[in-house]
Every structure is written in C-alpha cells, then in structure tokens.
C-alpha cells in the first residue's frame, strides 16, 4: 500500500529503496516508515485520491473465504505495515470490523495535512505483526491463531 501511494505522489524509487533497507535488515521498520512518511507527506485528500484512482484489489477468494469463516465464528483480522487509513476500506467491503484491524495510523492535522504517525501501534516497529498478534491473544484469550 505505502509503495502504490508513494508511486501516486511520484516518489516510488525513493520509496522502494527505504522499503529495501527495512527488508534486508539495514535499517529498523519505524525509521525506515518515519523516513518514507517523511518524504510523502500523504494529506487525507492524496490518500483518498490514490485509493479512487488505484483501487486496492482483493485476491480472489478472499471475500468467500472470510465470510465462511465469520460463519463459523472465526473471528478475523487484518494484521499489516501499511496504513489504516487505506486498509480501512478494505475490512468494510470484507464485513471487518475497524477495532480487527492493526495497522499504521497516519496521523493528520485539523485540515488533513500530514504531521506523523502513531509510534504505539505495535505495528510500526521491528517484528510488529508478532506483537500485534500476541496483543489480539492476549486481549481476546484464543488458545490458537492461524496468520495467513
């Protein structure tokens, strides 16, 4: 998500080199986000724009599979380093509700403009997606959990 929103805003090479650098190891997950936020300053009004322009694409199946599950009484979540704004979308075409959703908050100022990002949310740092997970156990006291 933040590579197709940096693509948008025309700094995707810039971009992709930093996401380079977190995946290889070179640099920690939170700078390397606090860097690519930096150099996008994504406003609400670009995040919108991106997301009618490009929008984000469910593989096939996704939809059947989670609604089975939710028929079933599997609770789901969505768990990623991207943004929540832009997967917020998403969780409410899949039926999610927004508290299963741990991501990247971007945070705005009274008129929409970019000021940072919340450093709390488990995923914006080093191995997030663990930690995210291990706080859903916890909070919700499931013995087993399955990340796909």
């Given at each position: 998500?933040?590579?197709?929103?940096?693509d948008?805003l025309?700094?995707?090479?810039e971009?992709?080199?930093?996401?380079?650098?977190?995946?290889?190891?070179?640099?920690?997950?939170e700078?390397a986000?606090?860097?690519?936020?930096?150099?996008?300053?994504?406003s609400?009004?670009?995040?919108?724009?991106?997301?009618?322009?490009i929008p984000?694409?469910?593989s096939?199946?996704v939809?059947?599979?989670?609604?089975?599950?939710?028929?079933?009484?599997t609770?789901?979540?969505?768990?990623?380093?991207?943004f929540?704004?832009?997967?917020?979308?998403i969780a409410?075409e899949?039926?999610?509700p927004?508290?299963?959703?741990?991501?990247?908050?971007?945070?705005?100022?009274?008129?929409?403009?970019?000021?940072?990002?919340d450093p709390?949310?488990p995923?914006?740092?080093?191995?997030?997606k663990?930690?995210?997970?291990?706080?859903?156990k916890?909070?919700?006291g499931?013995?087993c959990?399955?990340?796909?």
């Amino acid at each position: 998500f933040q590579d197709v929103l940096a693509d948008s805003l025309g700094h995707g090479e810039e971009i992709a080199a930093w996401t380079a650098k977190a995946m290889d190891g070179d640099t920690k997950f939170e700078d390397a986000l606090a860097a690519r936020l930096s150099i996008i300053k994504p406003s609400i009004s670009d995040i919108e724009k991106c997301l009618k322009e490009i929008p984000l694409q469910l593989s096939p199946g996704v939809d059947t599979l989670i609604r089975a599950l939710g028929e079933r009484g599997t609770d789901v979540y969505l768990v990623s380093g991207g943004f929540r704004i832009m997967i917020e979308p998403i969780a409410k075409e899949l039926g999610l509700p927004k508290d299963h959703i741990y991501a990247n908050t971007v945070l705005f100022d009274d008129d929409g403009n970019y000021v940072g990002f919340d450093p709390n949310e488990p995923t914006s740092h080093d191995l997030g997606k663990p930690k995210a997970l291990r706080q859903i156990k916890e909070l919700r006291g499931y013995n087993c959990m399955v990340m796909v």
